[in-house]
């Protein structure tokens, strides 16, 4: 349960007090529109008025919340000046896309709820004008205001019309239209199914967004949520005029009442984030600006090209990722990618997988599929934004540290063992004195650029007797019987065939609950920091051994990265 | 915008649709309103809506992810053949089913997002895409080879251990190659 507590502590805490604000709001606006002002409004729409205005308010405060989490660079510096006080709160700032996806579902659930309250409220108000009959309350309230066109208390000035041509007439309700619209057409394109098949589809109709905000913040523009004038209470009490309502304005006790409208409030809650956001894209493109070379290109079998570039003035830490942009590809798409070069190094280098488009149309761009060396001015131009901090940044402040990678997950390890070695050879004294590297792959060609490094590592290793410094294991999780069998001959062989490496191959998966055990027992009372870049299902795995492993006051702390 | 298949987005979008479409069907009619037999169509079309989308279809290219027990409505779904493999037809029915709603405040929602999903519908349609079932694969049985009938009973005759002994000197005249190394003394 420690470890629990821990691990997601701050997360769950996070949580609660976001949820607390929204139930704080969600009553507190409720109980708002219970007052007399209101007395005359509710006469007509009843309880549903309180329904609608409260979800408003939770709106509110949470389309300012949406816009925060994907400021990347805001994020990034945050994390920076927050990483020197406490390590468990710049960790926080790895979940955000997980709140971001939560705000968004909140936003659609008091969307939903505010629609539902507003039918109702339509539908009264459209009663009220059609029950033609003086001696009924709604019917007189909404005739007020007939002459003058400002005092109304009921928006649907007439009863020639209906609820539907009303509401594409009104700006509140043509607004509300569009934005749900938008709202629906983003969520609908971000399922999982979409967004990890085709992010194309996902990130252009999410830039509806802008619609959406545009539209929030007009949609109370037209004052359509009507209450009784201050000064109108004070002088026509509706506690005690109500039931006079066939005598109004004929004696002296209860004037004619006088209604307004409430002026929009949304755009005080959103044109804070709005304004951040908008900071965030220039940030993004300025950077991209900035001039980048490439300067050396690598195929490697198993379709990942190695792109090596240059970027003046471009400082990383240890595992980052940075956006890619091809203009002579496609002038809108930025894709993600690990950074494998170290820190140290005078380049930057990633290793793309072809699995798509856009990396295919790399690939043709940067002469892959040509057997002549080619000029380095006819390689496409790029544009790189970044880097973005995640959570590999944190390894070095473990004293010991557990680093599994699934597949191309291993990418930002590449980086971190890299920059391992040239610490070690800089400085002596590094704060983490122990690695426990897990590869899980599987096909033997993803091998290749990976363990030509794995090598290097292991010679320099041996040369400063530094060789248990790094302990790497790596799996082959899927093979074919022909391959095993002759891997089964070269046995007694001293280097793997595989991989050329000292330390063999394993077949099939780890067993996780063996070397948590394993790795506690060894290193009693310490903080192991346990970074993964892989699937969730494998996340889930890991995370649920962290938690459970305690033995000699080990204490394992999780980190996943990915995008 | 690259290979998409269109209907993939057309179908998350349809069942949301379809959703919206019942759920102000159900205001419409428990609220009472005007015009409340819009709002029971769009009951009975989003509820159909829902059920027709819910199966996901087999992608052209890559691996498809099936809802949480969604193989009977495959199967039903799969029964009208061509009228629901074809997405013309599927377009041209939301677009159908969604004019209704457009008279009642209600389900002017739903109205307007299946309008949408029947637009995407035909762009899938346009591009040649259709339904396919997720079909669970029967998985035969594994074989192990023609020629083999039944796995032996015996080992194979072998001559006895002396003979089989490699001797180190004389490796070629050897019974068999062995795998494991064989020590010269045994």
């Given at each position: ?8 502590g701050?997360?769950?805490?996070v ?6 604000i929204?139930v704080f709001?969600f009553?507190h ?29 939770c709106?509110?405060f ?10 990347r ?20 700032l ?10 968004a ?12 309250a507003h ?13 033609i ?27 020639e ?6 509401m ?17 057409l983003?969520?609908t394109s ?5 967004r990890?098949s ?8 999410h ?8 539209g ?21 009490n ?5 039931s ?35 900071c ?12 980048v ?13 190695e792109?090596q ?17 091809c203009?002579?590809?496609?002038q ?10 170290a820190?140290?190094?005078d ?5 793309i ?7 295919q ?11 002549v ?16 901090g995640?959570?590999s ?14 597949g191309?997950?291993?990418t ?28 899980l792959?599987p096909e ?13 590592l ?11 410094f790094l ?10 019987d022909?391959?095993?069998a002759h ?13 050329g ?40 795995a ?17 980190n996943?990265?990915n995008f | 915008?690259?290979?998409i ?12 649709a ?20 819009f ?12 059920l ?15 809802r949480?027990?969604q193989?009977?409505?495959t ?53 040649g ?12 049985p594994k ?18 251990p ?25």
């Open positions: 349960m420690g470890n629990f507590a821990a691990n997601e701050l997360s769950i805490f949580i609660l007090v976001w949820l607390g929204n709001l009553v606006f409720y109980m708002a529109f219970l007052v007399d002002r209101y007395y005359y409004t509710r006469v007509i729409l009843g309880q549903a008025l309180s329904w609608a205005r409260a979800p408003a308010a709106l509110n949470n389309c300012m919340l949406i816009l925060l989490p994907v400021c660079n805001l994020l990034s510096f945050l994390r920076g000046s927050i990483q020197c006080c406490s390590r468990t709160a710049a960790r926080q790895d979940r955000n896309l997980t709140f971001h996806k939560l705000v579902y909140m936003i659609a659930l008091h969307t939903a709820i505010h629609i539902i039918l109702f409220n339509f539908e009264r108000f459209m009663d009220s004008q059609l029950m009959n003086s001696s009924y309350l709604p019917y007189v309230l909404s005739q007020i205001g007939n002459n003058d066109n400002r005092s109304y208390l009921n928006p649907i000035r007439s009863n019309t209906n609820p539907t041509i009303v594409f007439t009104t700006i509140a309700g043509l607004t509300g239209v569009v934005i749900t619209l938008a709202l629906i983003i969520i971000s399922m999982e199914v979409i990890r085709y992010f194309e589809v996902f990130w252009f109709t830039h509806l967004f802008i619609v959406f905000f545009i929030l913040v007009l949609h109370g523009v037209g004052r359509i949520v009507r209450g009784q004038t201050v000064e109108s209470v004070n002088v026509h509706p506690n005690e005029c109500h006079h309502f066939e005598t109004w304005g004929q004696n002296n006790s209860c004037p004619v009442p006088v209604f307004a409208g409430n002026p929009p409030m949304t755009w005080k809650w959103v044109v804070g984030p709005m304004f951040l956001y908008v965030e894209r220039l940030v993004r493109f300025y950077r991209s600006q900035q001039k070379v490439i300067t050396k290109v690598v195929m490697h079998p198993s379709k990942t090209l792109l570039m240059k970027k003046k003035g471009f400082k990383m830490e240890v595992g980052q990722y940075v956006f890619i942009q203009p002579s590809i496609s809108l798409e930025w894709h993600p990618f690990t950074l494998t070069s820190p140290e190094e380049h930057l280098s990633v290793h997988r072809i699995v798509g488009d856009w990396t149309a790399l690939y043709t761009a940067c002469g892959g599929d040509k057997t060396v080619l000029d380095a001015w006819t390689l496409p131009k790029m544009a790189i934004d970044g880097p973005f995640t959570a940044e944190d390894v070095f402040r473990y004293e010991v540290v557990m680093l599994v990678g699934a191309i997950g291993v930002p390890f590449a980086s971190v063992l890299k920059s391992v070695w040239y610490k070690h050879v800089q400085e002596n004294n590094v704060f983490t004195k122990k690695i426990y590297f897990y590869w792959c033997t060609q993803a091998f290749e650029w990976f363990a030509d490094l794995l090598q290097s292991e010679r320099q290793m041996t040369e400063k007797n530094m060789s248990d302990s790497y294991n790596i799996y082959l999780t899927r093979w074919k022909a391959e095993a891997l089964r001959v070269q046995y007694e062989a001293e280097d793997d065939p595989i991989t490496l000292k330390q063999k191959t394993r077949y099939g998966k780890p067993n996780w609950d063996n070397e948590f055990s394993a790795i506690a027992t060894q290193h009693p009372g310490s903080k192991i920091g346990v970074f993964l870049c892989g699937p969730t299902a494998l996340a889930t890991l995370g649920k051994q962290c938690i459970s492993h305690k033995e000699s006051g080990t204490e394992f702390i999780f996943k990265e | 915008m690259g290979k298949e269109w209907a993939m987005w057309a179908n998350e979008q349809a069942l949301a379809g959703l919206i479409y019942a759920t102000g069907g159900i205001v419409g009619v428990a609220g009472q309103f005007r015009s409340w037999q709002a029971a169509f769009g009951i009975a079309a989003g509820v159909f809506v829902c027709l989308e819910y199966p996901r279809s087999k992608r052209g290219k890559g691996t498809s992810v099936e949480t027990g193989y009977c409505f199967v039903c779904v799969k029964a009208f053949g061509p009228l629901t493999r074809n997405y013309y037809v599927r377009a041209f029915l939301h677009a159908a089913l969604c004019v209704p709603g457009g008279f009642m405040l209600a389900t002017v929602l739903g109205c307007v997002c299946l309008a949408i999903a029947s637009l995407i519908y035909l762009s899938a349609a346009i591009h895409e259709h339904w396919e079932p997720i079909l669970p694969r029967t998985e035969p074989r192990t080879g023609e020629s083999i009938k039944e796995p032996p009973q015996n080992p194979p005759p072998r001559p006895p002396e003979l089989r002994r490699k001797k180190v000197d004389n490796l070629e005249t050897a019974a068999y190659d062995n795998p494991m190394s064989v020590t010269i003394n045994e």
